[in-house]
């Protein structure tokens, strides 16, 4: 008898799952297991390096192109790394201060020239 929902190739929990993040500025690349083991950090542990990496360096590694809350009336500010917490973030901001607050993804590609900026500006709920 064969389970059909089990990938025989996959055993579960590998440590060998985390993910390898490079940085083609460093020419550098990174395990994420320190993250994933110490941190705990989990789905998050790419954009907290990421986050990290910014910080400390001023630029991201590669494949992340960080969403970007930043309230219009305060110093407020944060950096994401997926649509969906970046609008949450501001969401939750704008709901509790009733600022309205910008929304940016910034699509970081070879071609700087390419560059593309989206931005959505969150508005408070005014109820
Ligand atoms: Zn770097
Ligand atoms: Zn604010």
């Known amino acids: 008898m064969s389970d059909p929902d089990r990938d ?71 950096a994401f790394l997926a649509e969906r917490p970046a609008r949450r973030g501001a969401e939750t901001h704008a709901r509790h201060t009733h600022h309205g607050v910008t929304l940016e993804h910034a699509s970081t590609d070879e071609d700087e020239n390419e560059m593309e900026a989206s931005e959505t500006i969150i508005e408070p709920d005014t109820e």
């Open 8 to 78: 025989p190739g996959l055993p579960p929990g590998d440590p060998e799952d985390a993910p390898i993040v490079t940085c083609s500025r460093c020419d550098r690349e990174w395990n994420l297991e320190y993250e994933l083991e110490e941190l705990r950090a989990g789905n998050r542990a790419l954009e907290q390096f990421a986050l990290d990496h910014q910080r400390h360096t001023g630029h991201y590694p590669d494949d992340t192109s960080p969403w970007l809350a930043t309230c219009r009336h305060c110093p407020a500010g944060e």
